[in-house]
């Protein structure tokens, strides 16, 4: 459900190329907007009308007020309006994030309960190109593309801003989340660390019974034809990519009518691509060139059929190096976890995947 606000700003067609012409060498920025307590409508008409009166703020567009079912948190909560602002800020992202969290103390925001009622939520969610993770500041927003409810206004008011871990534009991130079936990874970072293969394992298991969901299973989709058993290990490796992304071929699952229903798989191909492409290649030999042949033939095949596979709406990796991976340009959007008990993590995957469809 959407609804106009009096005297919201509206969002135009072509607003990209207006924006563009006008605009000065500062960075866009996304702000999202949240309330469910009181007069939710009023309450978001005010912090505009703040921000629009902020100096160092130049308030682009906002977005319509989405209303939407809260995720996580405490049951029994009243619907969220949901809105997005496209900003040019003259502020550091710091100082910009402490001059909303300001404006949400103004208007009488309390922050005393993680994904609780609130009167006020100001969330800065991107901001240009800009990527930070520090105790007070963490961009672009960690969970932007896992919530509809944020990549929905966002949309609406800037298509074209890319999220600068995965290098997809939030139209796109938006578009993962509407492809079925749904699919989410989970994975060791280091596949080769067993206590972290054994800790996504447990975690897999767990979440196909939470979720109700399809598992798929690398000892069902990883085996290599006998007819392809390459001498060099990074050959071999992309051999093993193939074969899996060949045995999960997307319009094989999507012929499958799940509808709704998640597929849970217990690796990542685009991380086991990810770690293919990191092999040295073996000394060429006296026939150099058909060693570089055979690699290029290998990896463009890995590449093709990771392309074709049913995609992964996102990514858990579960160990040390995961924000490593997600920040180092990794081609989904990976969700890093904030505990290591089994449980705790099932259930913040659960929320992730109940905010991709709220």
Known sequence: MSSESPGAYQSTRGAKHRIEAEMSEGSLAIIGMGSNQGDREATLDEAVAIIKAEPHFHLWTVSKYYETVPVGGPPDQAPFLNAALLTEPTLDPLTLLERLHAIEAK???????????????LDLLLYGQEVRRTPRLTLPHPRLPFRRFALVPTVEVAPWMLDPLTGRTVNELLGDLDRRPSQVAVSAADPDDPAEVALASEVHDR???ALDADPLRRADDQRVPSSDHPADPRDRAFAVVQAAATRIAGWRWGARGLGDRWVVADYSLDLALHRAL????AAAGPEGWK?????????RAARA??????????????????????????????????????????????????????
Do not use: N, Q
């Open 278 to 281: 990191a092999m040295p290649p």
């Open 107 to 121: 208007l009488g925001r309390v922050r005393d309960e993680r994904w609780g009622a609130r009167t006020l939520d």
């Open 291 to 299: 060693a570089v042949w055979h690699h290029f033939t290998y990896e």
């Open 207 to 209: 979440l196909v019974r």
């Open 305 to 358: 059929a990771v392309e074709r596979a049913l995609p992964a709406t996102f990514v858990v990796l579960i160990g040390r190096e995961a924000a490593a991976i997600r920040d180092g340009g990794f081609p989904r959007p990976v969700l890093v976890l904030e505990s290591a008990a089994p449980a705790k993590i099932v259930e913040e995957i659960v929320v992730a995947c109940h905010a991709t469809r709220a």
